[in-house]
């Protein structure tokens, strides 16, 4: 069985890498998995709920009613779309293998979309005097959050294995 070696390393080097390799003891792997704990895009969806529900008190304390109800429009019409795309996408058939994982990621980015336009077209039926241009600051902010998430990404921790 031929084995690939990295660019500009020779068989050699990579018969010493194998000869050389120790695997980790079950310790060492709780270690390594306690140091970096696994992130979940919920909590991104969380911060944009968040963010959007200060935001659309901030409106309602400033503007009113009307304002208010048209920025929450357009908070919801992020954070519902992305709550359904990262629900379909922790879900066992999106993990059911890698081919049907690319799949579901591009057909429920497409449905994302869909229900996004609908959200910001139908809110001209749910709010009387809709105001467009608060609509699109509260959709405008509470998009800003992915930005947010990664600036706030929890860092990874050196672990020393013994």
Known sequence: MATIAPVGWKDSELED???????????????????NPVSTPWWVIGGQAL??????????????????????????AVVVPAALFVRSLTSKFAKSSPGSAVISFFVWELIKILVTLGMLFAAQRWVTDLSWLAMLAGLAVTLKVYWLALAFKRQRKSVRLS
């Open 17 to 35: 890498e194998a000869a050389n390799f120790v695997p980790l003891t079950p310790e060492q792997i709780a270690a390594v998995k306690a140091a």
């Open 51 to 76: 963010v959007g529900s200060l935001v659309v008190g901030l409106a309602w304390l400033l503007f009113g009613g009307v304002i208010a109800k048209s920025v929450l429009c357009g908070v919801m």
